[in-house]
């Protein structure tokens, strides 16, 4: 039953009780002695006690309504008994009531010759539920003599984590009497959602809406959230993927630029650093070249100005394998072939386009018939005719493949670039196999 319905209860109660006694022959005799309990206000429907509690003494034969002086009784019984004494049936100075043997623990008036109240430590059967005799509402017997019990608005020690005197869910005390918590499955005050798990996994993390930038790692959605909705950092927002050269923002202390693109030749480069000389890149429009050292005379200055060609400073393959060098020749055991698609294909043979010879293949094309079988093929290819000074540019030349019964068996036109301290050669796929370029120390 609510509280207050109960409240109300036990005062109608009390009320009916008076009545009874008050017209009660049992209590008739040479002295009456009616009592009505009471709290301090009548008019409260929460009143459990009814009226004052009145003292009425009447002489044998006197009849109630008689308009005469009451007889007052202070003397005792008249056996000869204390006349202060609880418990004879009269009223004496310090008691507040005297029923004789009616006086009750449990009753209207107790073993003490008191009205029954709250706080008295006597349990008033059928006005009280409780009491304990103290004033502490937060144990088992809390104001009003009323069992505790949730929802009465004080906090049962030991019992309860609090008691708001509600049946509201979403005020931060449940109608259990719990403190609502994030997790438990009812969104409190604060709270943006609750679906009632610690998962900060999932579009519910800390009882908050999932977002970029909120610290939590939304599973399927984000790979990274460093709980900020910076952009220059490792973490962009509002995306929440990780930083990347590429991706258009500037990641503080590790790129120097990004401009989201692929383009290597101009202010930013693909390693999202400034365009500078010296840096291997050259910045279109601003450096003729950039060969990526200090050497001065290799066609490219330090300054990023060319002597050489433009083509010396364009990407191009290496010869790099000894098998490629005039001076290989094992009688045709190793075959290789200069040809995309060729069973035998050299292994750095990469299709046509502009081509260096380096290291084991030596620094440049053979200008001699370098004989059968030499360079690791049938027949080797060799430059027929001079190589071109630095300030000629890419022209063009002969090429002969060497094979019986002539040096110069089979030929073609191919371009060649001085590059001041090296050569480039602009070279095709061969016709047929097998057939390669042959190189030479010069």
């Not at 009465?152 to 109608?175: I, L, P, W, Y």
């Not at 049938?378 to 071109?388: E, Q, R, S, T």
Request: charged share 25%; with cysteine.
């Amino acid at each position: 039953m609510p509280l207050r319905r109960r409240k109300v209860e036990l005062a109608r109660r009390a009320r009916a009780k008076v009545v009874r006694m008050r017209s009660s022959p049992a209590l008739l005799g040479s002295s009456l002695v009616v009592f009505i309990l009471a709290c301090p206000s009548t008019d409260s429907p929460d009143n459990p006690f009814g009226d004052s509690l009145s003292t009425m003494t009447t002489s044998p034969g006197t009849e109630t309504g008689d308009t005469s002086e009451p007889t007052t009784s202070t003397s005792g019984d008249g056996d000869g008994d204390d006349p202060s004494s609880c418990g004879d049936g009269v009223v004496e100075d310090g008691e507040q009531c005297d029923l004789g043997p009616d006086n009750a623990e449990t009753g209207q008036c107790t073993p003490n010759c008191m009205i029954a109240s709250c706080g008295d430590g006597y349990v008033y059967e059928g006005f009280e539920e409780c009491d304990d005799g103290n004033q502490i509402d937060t144990d088992d017997c809390v104001a009003g003599c009323y069992l505790a019990s949730c929802g009465d608005g004080f906090v049962h020690a030991g019992v309860e984590a609090c008691d708001d005197g509600n049946d509201d869910e979403a005020d931060g005390c449940t109608s259990t009497c719990m403190t609502g918590d994030c997790g438990d499955g009812i969104v409190q005050a604060g709270e943006q959602c609750d679906d009632a798990n610690m998962d900060t996994s999932d579009d519910c993390p800390a009882c908050q809406f999932a977002f970029c930038g909120d610290g939590y790692i939304q599973a399927g959605v984000e790979i990274c959230d460093d709980g900020n909705l910076d952009t220059n950092d490792g973490c962009i927002s509002p995306t929440c993927v990780p930083a990347e050269c590429g991706d258009g923002f500037v990641w503080e202390g590790m790129e120097e630029c990004d401009d989201a693109n692929e383009v290597d030749g101009d202010m930013c480069t693909l390693a999202c650093s400034m365009a500078v000389c010296g840096d291997g890149v050259v910045y279109e429009g601003v450096e003729e070249c950039d060969d990526a050292n200090d050497v001065d005379d290799d066609g490219c200055h330090n300054d990023c100005t060319a002597d050489a060609d433009p083509q010396c400073f364009e990407p191009y393959n290496e010869f790099d394998t000894d098998t490629r060098h005039e001076t290989f020749n094992d009688m045709g055991i190793t075959v290789g072939c200069d040809q995309i698609g060729a069973g035998n294909i050299s292994e750095d043979w990469a299709g046509p386009g502009w081509y260096r010879f380096v290291g084991e293949a030596g620094t440049q094309m053979a200008t001699a018939p370098p004989g059968d079988y030499s360079c690791g093929t049938h027949a080797a290819g060799w430059l027929d005719d001079a190589h071109p000074t630095p300030g000629e540019g890419a022209v063009m030349r002969t090429v002969c493949f060497d094979w019986s019964p002539g040096d110069c068996w089979q030929t073609w036109e191919i371009e060649v670039v001085n590059c001041v301290n090296y050569y480039l050669y602009n070279l095709p796929d061969t016709t047929s196999c097998s057939y390669r370029y042959c190189g030479s120390d010069g």
